[in-house]
T-cell receptor, first 115, second 113 residues
């Protein structure tokens, strides 16, 4: 069965510092991996995705993630965060089954950027 | 290009009542998925609709049902509401060809008292 584990429920960081949000997945098949961001009282916005090809994926707002098959990880990074990056971040893997697909999400990591 | 929209934004119901939530998919998208996000948790898949039929379902009871219309918009219906149904309900749309990438609406926050 596929699952996603986000290792940190909360990550506090100061403005302009680098940040890494950790995500590990389990899957017995090829994976497609995603990071979504959720700002307070809003829906989910796609940050970036890995489908195939280069293991380093660049997304919006200066975020990037690296797919590591041997470590089954897909950690999200940003070299310098802003106050506006304060949000909940969700890692997800997609499961294809019987003609439909569904996203399986981790529990989320709350990123709190302090001045 | 219009994104995914949902209505209403907020809703308060009492136990035992029924509720209908609505979703308009992004232009050109023919597949709609619904997710439930309880407070402090990640979204959980409810079901997916394609060509006006349910073609996949998560671990939710039958009192959660849905519809998809010819214009690809969708409804989520929940009967006999329970307190644990209080959550943010998210709709996501995608194309059949690019179904791996789902685009989410802003959600409907349901409170059951």
């Amino acid at each position: 069965a596929q699952s996603v584990t986000q290792l940190d429920s909360q990550v506090p960081v100061f403005e302009e510092a680098p940040v890494e949000l950790r995500c590990n997945y389990s899957s017995s098949v090829s994976v497609y991996l995603f990071w979504y961001v959720q700002y307070p009282n809003q829906g989910l916005q796609l940050l970036l995705k890995y489908l195939s090809g280069s293991t380093l994926v660049k997304g919006i707002n200066g975020f990037e993630a690296e797919f590591n098959k041997s470590q089954t990880s897909f950690h999200l990074r940003k070299p310098s965060v802003h106050i506006s990056d304060t949000a909940e971040y969700f890692c997800a893997v997609i499961l294809f089954s019987g003609g439909y697909n569904k996203l399986i999400f981790g529990a989320g990591t709350r990123l709190a950027v302090h001045p | 290009e219009t994104g995914v929209t949902q209505s209403p934004t907020h809703l308060i119901k009492t136990r035992g009542q029924q509720v209908t939530l609505r979703c308009s998919s992004q232009s050109g998208h023919n597949t709609v998925s619904w997710y439930q996000q309880a407070l402090g948790q990640g979204p959980q898949f409810i079901f997916q609709y394609y060509r006006e039929e349910e073609n996949g379902r998560g671990n939710f009871p039958p009192r959660f049902s849905g519809l998809q219309f010819p214009n690809y918009s969708s409804e989520l219906n929940v009967n006999a509401l329970e307190l644990d149904d209080s959550a943010l309900y998210l709709c996501a749309s995608s194309t059949r060809q690019g179904q791996e990438t789902q685009y989410f609406g802003p959600g409907t926050r349901l409170l059951v008292l």
